[in-house]
């Protein structure tokens, strides 16, 4: 993997944590304590059904994500990892 | 019926002693915002004070409003010393003349700036009447009925009345009545250009014409019943809107809910007695168009702690019968009045707890 690729994934990563802990209202936790390959949902970091619908609407605001028909799209939001790599590939530029 | 317990968030602190500590220690400057460029105050409710372990984790998604209405709620419940609840049996009233309006002013904000497509479903479900008594109940475990009464004036005082209609029916053992408001920059905006803000942070209640007013939020909520337990505060002797002036009892104190929101107060002259001690304590929380409960909140203590409180703004230039000092009084019953612009009142009576026949029955129905 190229420098820049994994600087902009290292980039795509912490503007996630740093959105699910805000935008989630996630208060009792930091965003670095969210690691990159934690479970978001269920037993890992506890998100839910809500939250999922949230972060939809999150990545189309923030990485212009068209999220609506997405394929294998519980492994896409298992973790930050995943969900970066999704982001790295298919997003768009956000005006 | 009576108020088994109180809960109470206000810009000074939560839960009924510290509002009982504001009483005691008078006024302070609010804080200072800024509306359109120009500095103002407000009585603002810290976020730290919404933060709270035991009810954070389902609250997470909870906006201000609703944040501030199930804490409230909760001190109420805990405050009561009633341990055993039936929760089918305990309904819910929230009163409110604003609701949710600067969540809703945030959903409105995110269609202008993402498109109707991409707005946050959280913010929605936030926004919508019925929200923070829903927090309430989910939070609480409440399965009673639970409802919101929206109304511009005296939202407090028709949702007393219709908790007293669901404990006479036994619809409910108990009622958790409660008032919320928040403050947000479209409100402070309204406030500031059609009513006169009070330059220096302090509401004169005793001015009535010119009025300032100083926007407040915050939320409190009473635990009501027919019962009368150890911890009883008072009982709500009538509440009215309306009502003939034959049916104006003489109460041993008055609390009037001046606070700036109408322009000209004067009104409140009219229904002084000189021979009748007069208290205000919008200095304490704000101008709210639900602040009746708050200084219901006093009235209960008042009569619980036999104490009066000293007006925390004592300015007096129409020379009324104000109270000056804090100190040990024996106050049967307490009336509290508000006027709208139209010159409509609202009333509601307090009288001290029964004497103890009410608790020793209480006690053996226990026994």
């Known amino acids: 993997m190229s420098e820049s690729k994994e600087e902009e994934l290292a980039q795509i990563r912490k503007t996630l944590k740093e959105m699910l802990v805000k935008d989630l209202s996630l208060e009792d936790i930091r965003p670095e304590d969210i690691k990159d390959d934690e479970i978001l949902f269920g037993e890992g970091l506890g998100l839910d059904s809500l939250d999922a619908v949230e972060i939809v609407v999150l990545l189309q605001r923030n990485f212009g994500m068209e999220v609506k028909d997405m394929e294998n799209r519980k492994d896409i939001f298992s973790s930050i990892d995943t969900l970066a790599k999704y982001i790295y590939e298919n997003r768009k530029e956000v005006s | ?367």
Not at chain 2, 31 to 59: H, N, T, W
Not at chain 2, 255 to 274: F, M, R
């Open chain 2, 1 to 367: 019926m009576n108020i088994n317990g109180i809960g109470i968030v206000f810009t000074r602190g939560r839960g009924i002693d510290s509002f009982e500590k504001a009483l005691q220690e008078g006024w302070r400057t609010p804080s200072q915002v800024e509306i359109k460029g120009r500095k103002s105050f407000a009585y603002q409710v810290d976020a730290q004070m919404l933060s709270d372990k035991r009810l954070l984790k389902k609250m997470r998604r909870a906006d201000k409003l609703s944040k501030m209405a199930v804490i409230a709620a909760y001190e109420a419940l805990a405050g009561s010393g009633i341990g055993d609840f039936n929760k089918k049996s305990i309904g819910i009233i929230t009163a409110t003349a604003f609701g949710a309006h600067v969540t809703t002013f945030d959903f409105l904000n995110d269609i202008l700036d993402y498109g109707e497509a991409n707005v946050s479903p959280t913010t929605f479900s936030n926004s919508v009447h019925n929200a923070a008594a829903s927090y309430i109940s989910s939070l609480l475990n409440i399965q009673g009925p639970t409802l919101t009464v929206t109304q511009f004036f005296f939202p407090f005082h028709s949702a007393l009345q219709l908790a007293q209609a669901w404990l006479n029916e036994k619809r409910c053992d108990y009622v958790l009545v409660g008032a919320v408001e928040q403050y947000g920059d479209v409100l402070g905006y309204i406030y500031d250009s059609e009513l006169t803000p009070a330059s220096d942070g302090m509401i004169k209640p005793f001015n009535f014409n010119p009025t300032y007013q100083v926007p407040g939020e915050g939320s409190v909520f009473f635990l009501l019943s027919n019962k009368n337990h150890d911890d009883t505060f008072c009982e709500i002797h009538n509440v009215s809107i309306n009502a003939d002036e034959k049916d104006t009892l003489q109460a041993d104190l008055d609390i009037i809910d001046t606070d700036g929101l109408v322009a000209d107060e004067s009104i409140y002259k009219n229904c002084l007695s000189p021979a009748i001690p007069v208290a205000a304590y919008s200095p304490l929380f704000g101008s709210m168009m639900t602040g009746s409960a708050f200084n219901c909140a006093a009235g209960a203590l008042m009569l619980k702690k036999q104490t009066v409180y000293a007006n925390p703004v004592a300015d007096n230039p129409k020379g009324l019968n104000i109270v000056g000092e804090t100190g040990r009084s024996n106050i049967e019953l307490l009336r509290c009045i508000r006027y709208n612009c139209h010159g409509e009142k609202a009333e509601i009576y307090l009288r001290g707890k029964p004497n103890g026949e009410g608790r020793e029955v209480n006690r053996q129905n226990q026994g």
